[in-house]
């Protein structure tokens, strides 16, 4: 299967801070890219999806100015987390696909997110 | 009504039985039906993939789809403790640019 790596595996930060997730596709080309959230015992919610060189599609609910996507390669897509607050804290994961029919979605590791 | 249904659970079988997950979704749209197994603390994992009415078996697992009942399900034969996980069902329209819902997961415990 395709891989999906994602870094940090794990961020512990100030009120305030800001928090940058990197999420690469090491062995294919990535035209969509998508970035999840997940509280402890829920599903994962869609925050956007990113398609390479264009501005990313952000799901009802979701702040652009706060969830800073880029997707500025076919390999690449950051999630930077702008002045981040404890409500924040979760388990952000990304996933990559392909652009065919029925491609599947590739994870991420994931990124455990906790604002003090 | 949620795009994407399943029972939390959690599930319980002895080890050596069959699990049998199941999913519902509302979207008829959907084209592609994933099933993906999630230990706590990590990421998703893929299992299953089923884009056709009817079984698809994969080693101890089955995916089947009814596309008129809009109803997807995984059986796990022979269940094992180490398949003690929250199981994901995932739908998706197609075209690998769309997004994919997923459902909250059953949490399976595989008794030994």
């Known amino acids: 299967g395709a891989v999906v790596s994602q870094h940090p595996s794990r961020v512990i930060c100030k009120s305030g801070t800001s928090v940058k997730i990197e999420c690469r596709s090491l062995?294919?080309?990535?035209?969509?890219m998508f970035w999840y959230r997940q509280f402890p015992k829920q599903s994962l919610m869609l925050m956007a999806t990113?398609?390479?060189?264009?501005?990313?599609?952000?799901e009802q609910g979701v702040e652009k100015d706060k969830f800073l996507i880029n997707h500025a390669s076919l390999t690449l897509s950051t999630l930077t987390v702008t002045s981040a607050h404890p409500e924040d804290s979760s388990f952000y994961i990304c996933?990559?696909?392909?652009?065919?029919?029925?491609?599947?979605?590739?994870f991420g590791s994931g990124t455990q997110l906790s604002v003090l | 009504q949620k795009e994407v249904e399943q029972n939390s659970g959690p599930l319980s079988v002895p080890e050596g039985a069959i699990a049998s997950l199941n999913c519902t979704y509302s979207?008829?749209?959907?084209?592609?039906f994933f099933w993906y197994r999630q230990y706590s603390g990590k990421s998703p994992e893929l299992i299953m993939s089923?884009?056709?009415?009817g079984d698809k078996e994969d080693g101890r697992f089955t995916a089947q789809l009814n596309k008129a009942s809009q109803y997807v399900s995984l059986l796990i034969r022979d269940s094992q403790p180490s398949d003690s996980a929250t199981y994901l069902c995932?739908?998706?329209?197609?075209?690998?640019?769309?997004?994919?819902?997923f459902g909250i997961g059953t949490k399976l415990q595989v008794i030994p």
């Open positions: 995932a739908v998706r329209r197609s075209g690998g640019y769309q997004k994919v819902t």
């Open positions: 990113s398609n390479e060189g264009s501005k990313a599609t952000y």
């Open positions: 996933s990559a696909s392909r652009r065919a029919a029925n491609e599947k979605l590739f």
């Open positions: 089923i884009y056709s009415n």
């Open positions: 062995d294919f080309q990535a035209t969509t």
């Open positions: 979207d008829r749209g959907s084209q592609s």
